[in-house]
């Protein structure tokens, strides 16, 4: 059984920084594009960022560049999240996101396999 598992989340300040992990189990997704979305109360979910199975192509929403970077290490099966300047907009449920049938971002990524999510609260 395949397997997402999100982890880092947490309660922190405005301008402070978090790292969010997520490890695969029951099978590799080294030829996947993987990516982060989040989804705050009553808003839909918003695409965040997305990593080329290679790592050699990044992709962010507009609302996150230039302060949150996305790594992979496929060799341990994982996505991390590095998230810095936080705002108290990016407060959300954080959820990872493997598309199996693609190895690059598009606006037709359609993830197959999710994670259970991690809450990232931002204080003011």
């Known amino acids: 059984q395949v397997h997402l598992v999100e982890s880092g989340g947490g309660l922190v300040q405005a301008g402070g920084s978090l790292r969010l992990s997520c490890v695969a189990s029951?099978?590799?997704?080294?030829?996947?594009?993987m990516g982060w979305f989040r989804q705050a109360p009553g808003k839909e979910r918003e695409f965040v960022a997305a990593?080329?199975?290679?790592?050699?192509?990044?992709n962010y929403g507009d609302s996150v560049k230039g302060r949150f970077t996305i790594f992979r290490d496929n060799a341990k099966n994982t996505v991390d999240l590095q998230m810095n300047s936080l705002e108290p907009e990016d407060t959300a449920v954080y959820y990872c996101?493997?598309?199996?049938?693609?190895?690059?971002?598009?606006?037709?990524?359609?993830?197959?396999?999710w994670g259970q999510g991690t809450q990232v609260t931002v204080s003011s």
């Open positions: 029951g099978r590799t997704f080294s030829d996947a594009v």
């Open positions: 990593i080329s199975w290679n790592g050699g192509a990044k």
């Open positions: 996101a493997a598309d199996s049938q693609s190895r690059y971002y598009s606006d037709a990524y359609m993830a197959d396999y």
